[in-house]
């Protein structure tokens, strides 16, 4: 006799071979091996936009059929079933940057949809296809094209999913903030400046007055084409597609590790200040030539003495 599998460990997404037991008006019973039958929705029976009116058109009593669990309640012993293989992709896996492999299933004159394995298929807009102009996405793509697609954008709020065929730059305009400190490799001299890549879409620009606190005559005196350096972003333009950079450190940084040393220079209590005072005034005029100087129990009382002098002169 074969086991019957708990209904407790029956997951969503979880795929079986089942067999039709009943055919209803509202769908069908299905025995995929668990404790108790399991339920095949109407609306759960056709893949695609085809809409099913009577379950009788599509299944009868015996037929074996691929389902994936939908819902499982276990408290009360109930397992929904889909004959729609499930998305392997969930919308919180849709992450801006993630790398695709796609199907063309549609398109159209604004751009083209993919099926990506997600809810529901993204969006190719035209401007995304290729870095040079697109006239037409049929030049470029048909249907049943396999392509390799980056996810620009997803929102289940709005159930929209962004694609691109362009693979995009590892730094986005909206994660760019002043103040950011990147490695860059410097790309071209010029009489004015510099530019470094920062890994953004486009180049930032390090002005030769930002390249050294000093004056710099000629930026090729200070990097070279191909160099790595270190910039910081001090000016953002997403309009203009400007980014500008600097070598220079930040000035706010240095004063504040300036003052937070000398926050934590030694500071002595007024004992401390009164023992200090009175252990110079018990030390002889003369150098000690012994290279073991020691103090003896009379010469400590009497420093202790003269500390208590001192703290009380000091403060009243």
Avoid: C
Avoid at 13 to 37: C, N, P, Q, S, Y
Avoid at 119 to 140: C, F
Avoid at 204 to 219: F, K, L
Wanted: net charge neutral; aromatic share 4%; hydrophobic share 40%.
């Amino acid at each position: 006799m074969t086991e019957l599998t708990p209904i407790s460990n029956i997951k969503p997404k979880m795929k079986f071979e089942g067999k039709v037991t009943r055919v209803e008006l509202a769908g069908a019973r299905v025995d995929i091996g668990a404790e108790r039958e399991a339920f095949l929705h109407i609306s759960e029976l056709q893949p695609g936009r085809l809409v099913v009116t009577r379950v009788a058109d599509v299944l009868k009593e015996g037929d074996v059929i691929t389902v994936w669990a939908k819902q499982v309640k276990p408290q009360d012993g109930v397992v929904l079933l889909t004959r729609i293989e499930p998305p392997a992709l969930e919308w919180g896996d849709l992450q801006r940057g993630l790398r695709l492999t796609g199907k063309i299933v549609k398109v159209e004159d604004f751009g083209a949809f993919v099926d990506i394995g997600a809810p529901k298929d993204g969006l190719v807009p035209v401007s995304a296809m290729a870095k040079t102009r697109v006239d037409k996405p049929s030049d470029l793509v048909k249907e049943g094209d396999e392509v390799t697609v980056w996810i620009t954008k997803s929102s289940k709020k709005e159930n929209r999913i962004g694609l691109s065929l362009v693979e995009p730059p590892a730094v986005d305009w909206a994660d760019l903030k002043v103040g950011q400190i990147f490695n860059g490799k410097v790309t071209r001299v010029e009489n004015f400046g510099a530019f470094v890549d920062i890994g953004a879409e486009r180049e930032g620009m390090v002005h030769v007055s930002e390249m050294e606190t000093g004056y710099v005559s000629r930026p090729s005196d200070v990097v070279k084409v191909g160099q790595e350096i270190e910039v910081r972003v001090i000016e953002i333009n997403p309009k203009k597609r400007q980014i500008k950079l600097t070598m220079k450190p930040d000035m706010a940084e240095v004063h504040a590790a300036e003052e937070e040393t000398a926050n934590h220079e030694v500071v002595l209590t007024p004992m401390q200040l009164a023992f200090e005072a009175a252990r110079q005034q018990s030390q002889p005029a003369a150098p000690v030539k012994s290279t073991k100087p020691t103090v003896k129990r009379d010469d400590s009382e009497d420093i202790f003495a003269r500390t208590i002098q001192q703290h009380r002169a000091t403060n009243g």
